[in-house]
């Protein structure tokens, strides 16, 4: 696959009415998230403490009853066999957030639905609608800086699906008149999902994550940054951006595991664990069968900050694990909050 300049699904860039100021009142915007995970489920959160009306969708009977008892309402929804219109609410959202990452020879699962989206969306009360993507769409650059604008060429199948879901979503948004968006995620962490999580976690590290040990560069974000990006994007009278959402200091996992690990042994009373041996010796090395190596490439947020303004809570790893570290008091304390 040849390189693409990403600037091209930006051909249809143009002003828009900035999304939240069309409603005087916080508790007339309505948000739905495709895909209540552990994004999805932090953004809804909050906005829900802040007077909005938020839905989405789930796919498990036990997940939606853990949404239900903290205030959200959540439907169980197979993009496979499941229609639209048992989403009732989806007609009604103001704010549409897409958090479903591609299915493994599928791709998009949302894509097939576009013609019942435009339909059922099509009522005038949308305004923005924001796909959350990922840095992997840029490929492996040479350790190079990427911005948006840099070519992309993403070499795994999520990766291509995620870089054609990004156009897809750009094109639905304009035939929509909304403001649209892309973000660009980096890894992704927060309370209950980091470095410290998995070194006091007993289970042993997954093959998926050993495939990461080797990368010189990783760009990460903490997952408060995120909400502010999307809260911020609301006020931005633009369409069809794409944005990198990340921190400032891409670093490789060891670096990363090795300050978690002395930020656990200096928490002392209540908190143990350590990285296995075997674990250890994957850093800096190809250990798992059939890897051919990552996407090394280090990811500028500059536009995120020039454009929407967003000053990181968190701008480097040290920041966020040092505030997650702050937050446990107790062995079993270390759970999203």
Same mark, same amino acid.
């Given at each position: 696959?040849?390189?693409?300049? &990403?600037? @091209?699904?930006?051909?249809?860039?143009?002003?828009?009415?900035?999304?939240?100021?069309?409603?005087? %009142?916080?508790?007339?915007?309505?948000?739905?998230?495709?895909?209540?995970?552990?994004? #999805?489920?932090?953004?809804?959160?909050?906005?829900?403490?802040?007077?909005? *009306?938020?839905?989405?969708?789930?796919?498990?009977?036990?997940?939606?009853?853990?949404?239900?008892?903290?205030?959200?309402?959540?439907?169980?929804?197979?993009?496979?066999?499941?229609?639209?219109?048992? $989403?009732?609410? $989806?007609?009604?959202? &103001?704010?549409?957030?897409?958090?479903? /990452?591609?299915?493994? #020879?599928?791709?998009?699962?949302?894509?097939?639905?576009? %013609?019942?989206?435009?339909?059922?969306?099509?009522?005038?009360?949308? *305004?923005?609608?924001?796909?959350?993507?990922?840095?992997?769409?840029?490929?492996?650059?040479?350790?190079?800086?990427?911005? !948006?604008?840099?070519?992309?060429?993403?070499? +795994? !199948?999520?990766?291509?699906?995620?870089?054609?879901?990004?156009? #897809?979503?750009?094109?639905?948004?304009?035939?929509?008149?909304?403001?649209?968006?892309?973000?660009?995620?980096?890894?992704?962490?927060?309370?209950?999902?980091?470095?410290?999580?998995?070194?006091? @976690?007993?289970?042993?590290? @997954?093959?998926?994550?050993?495939?990461?040990? =080797?990368?010189?560069?990783?760009? +990460?974000?903490?997952?408060?940054?995120?909400? *502010?990006?999307?809260?911020?994007?609301?006020?931005? /009278?633009?369409?069809?951006?794409?944005?990198?959402?990340?921190?400032? %200091?891409?670093? /490789?996992?060891?670096?990363?595991?090795?300050?978690?690990?002395?930020?656990?042994?200096?928490?002392?009373?209540?908190?143990?664990?350590?990285?296995?041996?075997?674990?250890?010796?994957?850093?800096? &090395?190809?250990?798992?069968?059939?890897?051919?190596?990552?996407? %090394?490439?280090?990811? =500028?947020?500059?536009?995120?900050?020039? !454009?929407?303004?967003?000053?990181?809570?968190?701008?480097?790893?040290?920041?966020?694990? *040092?505030?997650?570290?702050?937050?446990?008091?107790?062995?079993?304390?270390?759970?999203? +909050?």
């Amino acid at each position: 696959m040849e390189a693409i300049r &990403t600037s @091209s699904l930006s051909l249809r860039f143009r002003a828009a009415r900035p999304a939240a100021a069309a409603t005087s %009142e916080s508790q007339a915007n309505r948000m739905f998230v495709f895909g209540y995970g552990f994004v #999805g489920r932090y953004v809804s959160e909050r906005l829900k403490t802040e007077g909005w *009306q938020v839905s989405g969708t789930c796919t498990s009977a036990v997940k939606k009853r853990q949404l239900e008892d903290v205030g959200l309402e959540a439907f169980m929804f197979d993009v496979n066999k499941d229609e639209l219109k048992g $989403l009732y609410s $989806l007609q009604d959202a &103001t704010h549409l957030l897409i958090s479903i /990452p591609p299915i493994p #020879g599928i791709g998009d699962p949302l894509v097939c639905l576009h %013609e019942d989206l435009r339909s059922t969306l099509s009522c005038g009360n949308l *305004q923005w609608l924001c796909y959350l993507s990922s840095t992997s769409v840029y490929g492996d650059c040479g350790g190079a800086w990427v911005d !948006e604008d840099y070519p992309v060429n993403p070499k +795994r !199948e999520s990766a291509k699906a995620r870089f054609s879901a990004e156009k #897809g979503w750009l094109d639905l948004g304009h035939d929509l008149g909304v403001a649209a968006y892309v973000f660009r995620l980096g890894g992704i962490y927060g309370p209950g999902r980091s470095a410290l999580d998995t070194i006091i @976690s007993p289970t042993a590290m @997954s093959e998926k994550q050993k495939m990461r040990n =080797s990368r010189r560069y990783t760009a +990460r974000v903490h997952v408060a940054d995120i909400y *502010q990006a999307i809260k911020a994007s609301f006020d931005v /009278p633009y369409s069809g951006r794409i944005y990198n959402v990340v921190d400032d %200091e891409p670093a /490789p996992r060891a670096e990363v595991f090795a300050y978690a690990q002395d930020l656990i042994q200096r928490k002392g009373t209540g908190l143990s664990g350590e990285i296995d041996d075997g674990d250890l010796a994957s850093f800096g &090395t190809n250990q798992v069968e059939g890897y051919t190596g990552g996407g %090394e490439k280090r990811v =500028s947020n500059a536009r995120l900050k020039k !454009e929407l303004g967003v000053e990181l809570f968190y701008p480097t790893y040290r920041s966020g694990l *040092q505030s997650i570290s702050d937050s446990w008091t107790c062995r079993d304390s270390h759970q999203p +909050r």
